[in-house]
């Protein structure tokens, strides 16, 4: 059975990876002549602005579609202030602002999460309350994932395998995590499998449970940061004896690509994983990877080698809150 145990945690680890893969220029405000006005809504303290951070660049979208980036020099429940390369001051209604984005990093980079994934492999960072994410994995493999609060997330997907009705692939990632500064945090949780058994079951079993119960931690920002972990398989009612090392991360190499390796390293069977890229968007991202995997034994039955050809993809569209 241990060796049974060893065997599914690797290839839940395959499975879960290879299965789960754009103005025109807003116009100054102009100062009004000096009239009687009713009083103004006191604005609140340069540290205490509601949700911005001031001295950082934003990209803003307004409600009619015009666009521009500036940093944010004060902000009060009703208006914001913007310094512009190009307009100067710009102040806007907060009625009117449709998207605000931060820009971070010197290089004016927009906000691309929270970074709580690599490719499919959980990360130490949460998404932050009431951002959320819907994506779609090697095309047959759908799912969302939100941040119920800074220390809760959850998140489902479902394959849509034709021919199969509703006895389909299921998968829950429900995920705790723990900010411990501002580039360092932990995490644990679980990644349960319904695995259906098509019809191939001597004994008309419809499924079976499995997945991976573990521990995280990563240091770094969302852009750049390395993720370290372990976890133990779990088969029905059977929990694997040999932890499953999880190591990888990512690097923002441009303002829309980032390289990204995540690894899976089981002590008896090898070791595996994905190596590759995301195209990243303010909203949306496009992750494509290889697989590779090493045998620690001639004796083991899972397969090893090296690949160049995807065989992850996934689209990621993500919604709520966006901004550091």
Not at 121 to 132: H, I, K, N, V, W
Not at 226 to 242: C, D, K, N, V, W
Not at 318 to 323: A, D, E, I, S
Request: aromatic residues 12%.
């Amino acid at each position: 059975m241990k060796k049974i145990l060893s065997f599914w945690s690797l290839l839940l680890a395959f499975v879960l990876t290879n299965a789960a893969a754009v103005a025109q220029t807003v116009p100054p405000v102009l100062n009004a002549p000096p009239v009687a006005a009713p009083p103004a809504v006191p604005a609140l303290p340069n540290d205490k602005t509601p949700g911005e951070l001031l001295g950082r660049r934003y990209d803003v979208e307004l409600q009619s579609g015009t666009s521009f980036s500036g940093v944010l020099r004060a902000a009060n429940a009703e208006e914001l202030e913007f310094e512009t390369t190009d307009l100067g001051v710009v102040k806007v209604p907060r009625a009117n602002v449709k998207r605000l984005a931060m820009l971070t990093g010197k290089h004016n980079y927009f906000d691309i999460g929270n970074g709580n994934r690599i490719f499919f492999a959980p990360t130490g960072r949460g998404l932050r309350q009431g951002e959320g994410s819907l994506q779609v994995v090697s095309l047959f493999l759908v799912g969302a994932n939100y941040g119920v609060n800074q220390y809760i997330s959850v998140g489902g997907y479902v394959s849509l395998i034709p021919g199969f009705g509703i006895n389909q692939l299921l998968v829950l990632t429900p995920k705790i995590t723990l900010p411990v500064s501002e580039r360092f945090g932990v995490g644990a949780g679980v990644l349960y499998l319904r695995i259906p058994t098509f019809g191939f079951s001597s004994n008309r079993r419809q499924s079976f449970g499995a997945g991976i119960l573990y521990g995280t931690a990563t240091y770094g920002s969302a852009d750049n940061n390395f993720t370290a972990g372990l976890g133990y398989g779990f088969f029905e009612q059977e929990i694997g004896s040999e932890p499953v090392f999880q190591f990888g991360g990512q690097t923002r190499v441009s303002r829309r690509l980032s390289l990204l390796s995540e690894n899976y390293l089981i002590n008896e069977a090898g070791m595996g994983g994905l190596y590759g890229v995301k195209i990243n968007w303010p909203r949306t991202s496009f992750g494509v990877a290889a697989a590779y995997t090493l045998n620690f034994s001639a004796a083991n039955d899972v397969g090893s080698g090296t690949g160049i050809i995807p065989v992850y993809y996934d689209f990621t569209y993500r919604f709520g809150k966006t901004g550091r």
